[in-house]
């Protein structure tokens, strides 16, 4: 029998509850049987799991092996719940898989991973081959849903998708707007403080290696430097090995993001940050940097992209890959301001679609925010085709239409 029930998990890391609501919509307008459970509430979630018929008869589609990682209303340290009942699993990493390395390696009774990049998919396939299917999912835009909880259970419609968009670009309030967290580099160093000389002088080299060559993929570049280091050690030492460098792709992340702030800032642009610790980016003119100052919900997100003319994205090393932020403002209709990928240059169009900056150059970026600040008939046509571009190929359906077809072929 084909699987029918899809299982989604909410109220662990906020933006990751936030995709799977958005899935839970699509999902239920698809016709599929969906089950809500909320970590928040496990003891009504456990008890209205506890009466699904047919438990096998489900699969579990979960972000970043939440409910997989021992917790206690998901089984503790035995085997999962879903092991237990024979649950398929299909694990969304919208993270380097360095970072989970014991749980890829943990070999999980029926597990399929989706990636969100294709370097990702590449990196699994090589170093955890035992894993059958591997997939590649790009991530798609957030649109605004009512927040809602739906309570844990059937899910019968109760988030509710916004059909509203936000007005046109010459109406909105917010010149550039920036979604994410700063994070020092005092905090990030943090991570190795206790590590000896050699192994920071290690990573710092590799940091400094990927800053001067921003094109270079992440797991490569850590697995080529190790080899290079330890190169009488065998090919299956390597993967913990990577896991134990995420210092690298912190610093890195963390180094280009507060340097295309800051390069906006100081050449006289004012940036929004919708984030934490803003306040402590050094730079020439903070006078520039609105800073929220918290952490926002993806809900307030999405809101804050409606009021946008410009939304700057840096990617986090995906460099086969996207992140969600190009393709939520897409949506909301304003103009993306983004880094480019492989798998961007393949799907949407530089000038039409969105705006393109080079990530290792301070003058693109600045460039390229005040050509569509001094070119309103640019920036509305940009952000109309965008719109339309993102509407038709990236919203959360796509993605929902990936699982179901992977959920029917299964047996």
């Known amino acids: 029998m084909r699987k029918k029930r899809i299982i989604l998990i909410i109220g662990d890391v906020e933006t990751l509850g936030y995709f799977s609501k958005e899935l839970a919509v699509y999902l239920h307008d698809m016709g599929r049987e969906v089950f809500i459970w909320d970590v928040l509430h496990p003891a009504d979630s456990i008890t209205a799991f506890e009466v699904l018929p047919d438990k096998s008869d489900s699969v579990l589609v979960t972000f970043n092996f939440i409910g ?70 790009p991530l798609c835009g957030n649109e605004l849903i009512d927040e809602t909880t739906a309570g844990p259970g059937i899910y019968r419609g109760q988030f509710v998708r916004s059909t509203s968009s936000g007005p046109e670009l010459s109406k909105r309030e917010r010149n550039l707007v920036f979604i994410a967290n700063y994070v020092t580099p005092e905090g990030i160093r943090g991570a190795i403080e206790n590590a000896d000389r050699e192994y920071q002088e290690f990573l710092y080299d590799i ?63 004012q940036v929004h940050c919708i984030g934490k610790d803003w306040d402590k980016l050094d730079c020439r003119h903070p006078e520039n940097l609105i800073h929220s100052g918290r952490m926002m919900t993806s809900a307030d997100c999405v809101r804050a992209l409606d009021e946008a003319v410009i939304s700057l994205n840096v990617m986090p090393h995906f460099k086969d890959g996207a992140h969600d932020r190009i393709f939520s403002s897409m949506l909301a209709g304003c103009v993306s301001l983004t880094d480019t990928s492989a798998y961007l240059d393949e799907v949407i169009t530089p000038w039409e679609d969105y705006a393109p900056y080079e990530l290792g150059n301070t003058d693109s970026i600045t460039d390229a925010a005040m050509r569509i600040m001094h070119d309103p008939e640019l920036a509305q046509h940009i952000a109309d085709m965008g719109r339309l571009k993102a509407q038709s190929s990236f919203t959360w359906r796509e993605f929902a239409g990936s699982i179901d077809a992977v959920v029917r072929a299964a047996r």
């Open 207 to 269: 940091c400094d290696q990927m800053i001067k060559s921003p094109s270079l993929v992440l797991e490569d570049t850590l697995y080529e430097r190790l080899k290079e280091a330890f190169p009488d050690e065998p090919d299956r030492a390597f993967p913990e090995a990577m896991h134990h460098c995420i210092f690298v792709d912190l610093y890195v992340r963390s180094y280009f993001r507060a340097k295309q702030v800051r390069a906006l800032a100081d050449a006289g642009i």
């Open 68 to 137: 997989l990682t021992g917790e206690g209303q998901f089984g503790g340290a035995g085997p999962a719940i879903w092991e237990e009942y024979g649950i398929d699993i299909i694990n969304i990493m919208v993270d380097s898989p360095i970072y989970y390395f014991p749980l890829l390696n943990r070999r999980f009774k029926n597990l399929s991973i989706a990636c969100i990049d294709r370097n990702h998919v590449s990196y699994v396939r090589r170093w955890h081959p035992e894993i059958e299917n591997v997939y590649f999912w």
